[in-house]
């Protein structure tokens, strides 16, 4: 989801989605959630960028904080 440039710096890439399969598991809770977060702390997401979680457990739609 980076680019790097001519000068070794990297920077966030073009608009993106993400998707993530089992979003309701425990790897994405203590994996994939922190480095999505490290990410963005660290400017290397795109401002476009969209995560949806599919997941086949039985839970109301919310809204990420």
Known sequence: MTETTQSGA???AGPCTI????????????KL???????KAN???PRELAIVG????TE????VP
């Open 10 to 12: 990297m920077r966030p």
């Open 19 to 30: 998707v993530i399969f089992g979003a309701a598991g425990d790897l994405t809770k203590r």
């Open 33 to 39: 959630l922190p480095a999505l977060y490290n990410l």
């Open 43 to 45: 400017g290397l997401l």
């Open 54 to 57: 599919v997941t086949r457990q």
């Open 60 to 63: 109301e739609p919310r809204a």
